[in-house]
């Protein structure tokens, strides 16, 4: 069982560098993020030809990442996205993946330059890209690691094996285990996240009132595509720290951007 699970890498994963060094082994990758892109041309970059990239979505698409595009990661329009109805946010979420999905454009090309060398010009067959592919299990036979998949649209089941599986899926929010006392004392969404303020404060009512409770990166469905981006966490704590001192300790500006999302 060991070596089954030890064939099983997650993204990120300190045994892949180990990988690496084997004798080229056979490899499925799973997932079609930046990521999953990353890891695929780092693997064909070191020669390894026996590769079945497969995603669940409908094929290995690029992140918007033009300058109007990218205004979508503001303050200005987390005003906007919070100022909507929960069911608006909700609508509006769905048609955003390609702002926060997907592979930067210039990896893609530059994949596509040496997956032409290697499977136009030089004839190599043994690299494979699969879209629409749900991993429905996995289990363990002669030594390899096989995969079982349906087809999104005409629902086949198909069958890969490997020596290693690499599973570039992202993460789903953790459980907040330590926070498990002062659950009943704290107002969820819908959604099942924190009812947090635009402020990032947490609709946290003690019986004694006592605390005051501030989340950072968490609030997608109430603050929209910009959440987990890093670039704003300096505008985040900021806006916290206002909140805490309760007067505007860090100017914070608006309206610097070109799109009028309201």
């Not at 490899?27 to 990239?53: C, M, P, R, T």
């Not at 979508?72 to 909700?90: C, G, I, Q, T």
């Not at 020596?163 to 330590?178: K, P």
Request: aromatic share 12%; hydrophobic share 35%.
């Amino acid at each position: 069982m060991n070596g089954f699970l030890n064939s099983i890498l997650f993204e990120p994963e300190p045994n892949f560098d180990e990988l690496l060094k084997k004798k080229k082994p056979d490899i499925i990758l799973v997932g079609s993020g930046q990521s999953a892109g990353e890891i695929f041309y780092k693997l064909i970059q070191n020669d390894f030809n026996n590769i079945h990239w497969v995603t669940d979505d409908e094929g290995f698409f690029p992140m918007e990442y033009t300058p109007l595009a990218l205004e979508h990661f503001s303050p200005d329009y987390m005003d906007f996205f919070y100022s909507l109805s929960e069911e608006a946010r909700k609508n509006l979420l769905k048609k955003q993946d390609f702002l926060y999905k997907g592979i930067n454009s210039n990896l893609l090309k530059n994949i596509y330059s040496m997956l032409y060398q290697k499977i136009i010009l030089n004839n190599e067959k043994s690299i494979k890209l699969n879209s629409n592919l749900k991993l429905i299990q996995t289990c363990q036979n002669q030594g390899k690691i096989c995969c079982d998949f349906v087809h999104n649209y005409t629902n086949t089941s198909s069958k890969i094996s490997a020596d290693y599986v690499i599973l570039a899926t992202g993460y789903q929010q953790a459980s907040l285990d330590f926070m498990s006392e002062l659950d009943p004392c704290i107002k969820k969404q819908p959604c099942g996240s924190y009812d947090i303020d635009r402020n990032y404060e947490v609709n946290y009512q003690h019986p004694n009132g006592m605390g005051r409770i501030f989340v950072q990166n968490m609030g997608l469905c109430t603050h929209g595509v910009g959440t987990p981006d890093l670039g704003l966490s300096a505008h985040r704590s900021a806006t916290i720290i206002n909140r805490i001192l309760d007067k505007e300790f860090y100017k914070l500006s608006r309206n610097n951007i070109l799109s009028n999302f309201s």
